[in-house]
């Protein structure tokens, strides 16, 4: 069948009109999907950023030891057994026998022990990169080649440590002969070889957009495409207009809810819609501006999130003030918010505490100057959207804000760098099959050392320090009884309510959306680690 090999979404201003000027080329037959997409960064390396080493297992190029079910249940995938000591701090992992990095070097137990050392190693020498020890406090990565096994030993116990080993960031990538890039921040590769069923084939970094080709020593199966057009389309309904059109066969979460909702009703598509794991919530800088308990108080209190849910975004999020999502398990029914929205309260509130507009010129002062709040956001699953409404809502309060519209990968920088008042995302909130490592971003000792280059073990980019929710989270992370453990996460929850200490938008619902005449297989998985896989194909 005739496919087409390379199309090229341009980045004009007919694009910011909602349309995509698009051009193929013809190629020889064979199997070939495009495939529209958010593309979230230039790079692939696992030891970058959190968004390259999604980005690497999203395009179907990496593959991890172990990965999840639509039901947080864990599945072999690189290695197939595991042993674990009494102490649970000892996990020695069997690798898969066979299988083949993408240029047929074995990824054996040595491949596997050099990769994730090397990302260690790597992020612990760079100021900017992925934060593997927010997931493993490693003490030791091992090879026995002889039983091709690799043993992880932790400096704390873990209950399941398979959970952790699913997240991106321990994605396995042949490092035999690495060499960093230069021209690319932190010095990493750009480009990986992973075991996935796709290689990279090019990759062009000021369009975002690329092209990947059948892995011809996959282990795992028949790799339905011999190549696949990775197309950066940022704008939501031009996602829906190039598939209407037919100049890409799959996207993923068109977020525009009317865009939406004509694909759902029409028969020509496929739309495969999830509640997933994810939360969209903005960080507070607890060492900026919004550390004044009045004014983040106020801030919280004329923030309308449920018309934020039900109309700015048009159902694409749930609200609810808790930071994990109510479609979980946890027994959150007891939580309370007293700074629910109440925009007359909130000016009250500032009056009482001497934040008032001086000049006459709508925004209330602070210490002499007029109140401005950076709020960092993207355009991804209705997070500007978001910024944008939520700015709208504070000025009628007398509370200034500008929005600052980025690529994700200068709002994750500047999110270490705590250059920031708000600054939000959407994330899985049980990346690791529960909710440690999201809570991380929560917890530790505060202060400036939070954005500094020696802390390479924080993930907590906010500054927040709070004596009740650490000793929650050190009480948690030391349990191993799964009640106990449930309950403790809606104590911490409790907390970071009381606290004013994370802005919660709501709990998402991920999609992604086919051309049903030319594609099958192509469900939203819950941990939506894994966008391309060998499940999607062309249809019969």
Known sequence: MKRKKMLAVCLTAAMALGAAQVSTVSADDGPHLNFGCYVYSTSFDPAAYQNAAWQGMRWGITEALFKFNDDATIEPWLADSYEVSEDHMTWTFHIRDGVQFSNGNPCDAQAVADSLNRLFNVCESTEYSSTPRQYIDMASIEADN???T???VTNVPYADLRGPLCFPFYTVIDVEGDTTDEAHPGGYNTTVIGTGPYVLSSFDELSKSGEIVKNENYWDGEVPYDSISVIFIEDDTTKAMALQSGDIDLTENVTTISDLQNLEADSSFYVSRKNG????????NFNGILANDALRQAVFMAVDGQTLCDVTTGGMYTYGPAVLPSTLSYPDEELENPYAYDAEAAAALLDENGIVDTDGDGIRELDGQNINLQFDTYKNRCLSDFAEAIQSQLAVVGIGCTVNVLDSDTLWMQMQEGDYDLTNSNWITVGTGDPTAYLLNWYGDGGENFFSSDNTDAANYCGYDSEEFNEL???????????ERDELVVQMEQVLINDCAVLVHGYYNST????????????????DY??????????E
């Open 473 to 483: 989270y050190d009480q948690f992370t030391a349990s191993l009884d799964q009640e």
């Open 277 to 284: 794991v994810r939360s969209g919530f903005a960080l507070v």
């Open 512 to 527: 992604m959306i086919s051309n049903a005449s030319k594609v099958t297989g192509a469900e939203i998985p819950a941990f």
């Open 150 to 152: 690799v043993t992880i």
């Open 146 to 148: 002889e039983a091709n």
């Open 530 to 539: 894994y966008w391309l896989n060998t499940d999607i194909k062309p249809a």
